[in-house]
């Protein structure tokens, strides 16, 4: 097999729960502060400015994105959090690759019947992206890796893996 190398970044945009988090924190600590300050209650203040880098941490761990690596027959998914810290998520070895094909798709349907199926999410949860599952059969357990390739990464796979990826 020839050497390659595909890189993927994906901002993952799921994270809804995340965002009314900051606001709401963003709002308390506001209040607390204003209400301080209004009504010289000092207890509040000191809660309000105690807030204030917890609001600062909280609003910056929040930016996300998934780095697709697709080198020489191995794919490594990882997490960059805040654009500083990379952590590597997971590594499969295409080899172990039984299919791949949009998660629409009903080339999967024999697979989502597996009750040991374990399914990861690497994707940005926006549903205007192409989103195609991955099937790998490693250490003995069945995995479904949904991820967000490019037509470059697409190509690599079909290239050296055809008969397991499916477009439709």
């Known amino acids: 097999m020839t050497d390659s190398y595909v890189e993927v970044v994906v901002h993952d945009e ?12 963003i709002f308390l600590t506001i209040i607390l502060l204003v209400v ?10 000191m809660i309000g400015i105690a807030m204030i880098p917890f609001t600062f941490v909280s609003i910056k761990e929040r ?5 697709y690596l697709l080198v020489s027959g191995e794919m ?20 172990e690759l039984q299919v791949m094909a949009p998660v629409s798709s009903h080339r999967l349907d024999g697979t989502h019947g597996n009750p040991q199926l374990k399914t990861y999410d690497y994707t940005s949860g926006n549903p205007d992206h192409m989103v195609y599952s991955m099937v790998f059969n490693s250490g ?19 290239m050296h893996y055809a008969g397991l990826l499916y477009t439709n």
């Open 63 to 67: 930016y996300r994105e998934y780095e």
């Open 76 to 95: 490594e998914i990882a997490v960059v959090k805040n654009r500083k810290k990379r952590k590597t998520l997971k590594t499969y070895a295409l080899s």
């Open 140 to 158: 003995g357990a069945l995995q479904e890796v949904k991820v967000e390739p490019t037509e470059a990464m697409l190509e690599d796979i079909r």
């Open 36 to 45: 301080g300050f209004l009504f010289f209650q000092i207890l509040i203040l």
């Open 14 to 25: 799921k994270d809804k729960q995340g965002k009314l988090t900051n606001l709401g924190m």
